[in-house]
């Protein structure tokens, strides 16, 4: 009975760690996006800050 007890608690643990897991997943994948979206962003500004300065 004690086996059957701890393969439930490992279990019921290891999916605890994989909720959490996901969890941190989709923060980071929400961090990334949000860090490329700015970086596009400040990188098409600073493009066309250059250009406007070559204009005469």
Known sequence: MEKVEAEER???QLA???AESLDE???Y???IIF???ELSRVSS????S???LASP
């Open 10 to 12: 490992l279990c019921s």
């Open 16 to 18: 605890e760690l994989e």
């Open 25 to 27: 997943a989709r923060d």
């Open 29 to 31: 994948h929400s961090r």
């Open 35 to 37: 860090l490329v979206n």
């Open 45 to 48: 500004s600073s493009s066309s």
């Open 50 to 52: 250059s250009s406007d």
